[in-house]
């Protein structure tokens, strides 16, 4: 009895998920998904182990298994993060006022966040494993996987607020739409745009003025 906080009947040496703590925590996590992300870009989750993680962040295996069970949770923190940032992106990018051309200032917003992120881009959509599934296991699937239709909602949302279709069709032209984005966005960074003699922002443009 003599160990136990009176106040809260916890062991006094127990390690408490202080502020402090967690800021910590954060910073490490951090910098393991900064590190992590240059390594899978170059060899692939399937090539990448967590000491090549570890080397690349200055640190130990033991240190990134104290915040990840595995590799797999690394690449999957930073697709969430990624999606989660996006998001953001897009809610920003939302008119205040009038809503004339939410649909249009969503779809910029996603073309200008990867533009900006290109490695972001090529790990979400596995690039660097030849576009195939990776092993990121049923339950971690199928969270990025809602997290990304919720970057479809928020098109929907704004196709419905712009008045540009009724509810029932909004979810299959956002997908139309956002797949769109993400095609002109491949085409770019194969460098085919190039070949072709095409810029991003202008075919997307065009599309918007399709609308």
Same mark, same amino acid.
């Given at each position: ?5 009176? %106040? ?15 800021? /910590?925590?954060?910073f490490k996590r951090q910098l ?6 240059? /390594?899978? @870009?170059?060899?692939?989750? #399937?090539?990448? %182990?967590?000491?090549? $993680?570890?080397?690349? !962040? ?5 240190? $990134?298994?104290?915040?990840?069970? +595995? ?12 999606? #989660?940032? @996006?998001?953001? %992106?897009m809610q920003r990018a939302r008119?205040?006022?009038?809503? %004339? ?14 533009? &900006? ?14 576009? #195939? ?6 339950? @971690?699937?199928? &969270? ?10 928020? /098109? ?13 069709? #909004?979810?299959?032209? +956002? ?20 070949? @072709? ?10 599309? $918007?003025? !399709?609308?």
């Open positions: 009895m003599g160990n136990a906080d009176v %106040t809260s009947g916890t062991p006094r040496n127990a390690p408490r998920n202080t502020p402090r703590k967690a800021a /910590v925590d954060a393991i998904r900064d590190a992590a992300r240059e /390594v899978f @870009l170059r060899r692939g989750l #399937a090539e990448t %182990t967590l000491r090549e $993680i570890a080397k690349a !962040a200055g640190s130990t295996t033991g240190a $990134i298994y104290a915040q990840y069970a +595995s590799k797999e949770e690394v690449y999957g923190d930073i697709l969430r993060q990624s999606l #989660a940032e @996006l998001r953001e %992106t008119p205040a006022a009038a809503k %004339t051309d939410s649909t249009a200032r969503m779809l910029r917003a996603i073309l200008h966040y990867y533009e &900006e992120r290109t490695a972001e881009f090529e790990l979400g959509f596995y690039l660097k494993s030849g576009a #195939a599934r990776v092993g990121l296991g049923r339950d @971690l699937d199928r &969270e990025l996987n809602a997290a990304l239709k919720a970057v479809f909602d928020l /098109v929907a949302q704004a196709l419905i607020d712009d008045r540009r279709c009724a509810q029932k069709l #909004a979810e299959r032209r +956002s997908v139309l739409l956002v797949t769109t984005v993400f095609g002109i966005l491949l085409m770019d960074k194969t460098g085919r745009l190039a070949t @072709l003699r095409q810029e991003a922002r202008i075919l997307l443009e065009d599309q $918007i003025s !399709a609308l």
